[in-house]
């Protein structure tokens, strides 16, 4: 059962940047896509960014975007967040996510997170004004 953790997590001021990495725990793991999901207290999940493997195709949601990038290592199977210039609206908690299922459309990026079944503990950023 492959665990996925992350790191990268902190307290910034506005402004600020921090990158967020998350690793599998084997490497033989092969993933469809791998996200990264936010949620602040009450309110729900949403996908902030998603990455298609082995195609490389990205998805940012607009709330983010030109501020945030997501990237990988293929070889370590590892997914980075870059955050820029963020803001106290970025605080919450960020979990790495994985869909291994196989779809026939290859550039297909899943936006649902039932559609992911490989979930982080998740990492805390946490944005002062």
């Known amino acids: 059962q492959v665990q996925l953790v992350e790191s990268g997590g902190g307290s910034v001021q506005a402004g600020g940047s921090l990158r967020l990495t998350c690793a599998p725990s084997v490497h033989t793991f092969n993933p469809h896509a791998m996200a990264w999901f936010r949620q602040a207290p009450g309110k729900e999940r949403e996908l902030v960014a998603a990455l298609g493997w082995p195609e490389g195709n990205t998805y940012v949601t607009n709330v983010v975007k030109g501020r945030f990038t997501i990237s990988r290592d293929e070889a370590k199977k590892t997914v980075y967040l870059q955050m820029n210039r963020l803001n106290p609206e970025d605080t919450a908690l960020y979990y790495c996510?994985?869909?291994?299922?196989?779809?026939?459309?290859?550039?297909?990026?899943?936006?649902?997170?039932?559609?992911?079944?490989?979930w982080g503990q998740g990492t805390q950023v946490t944005v002062s004004s």
């Open positions: 996510a994985a869909d291994l299922t196989w779809y026939s459309e290859r550039f297909y990026l899943p936006s649902r997170s039932s559609e992911y079944a490989y």
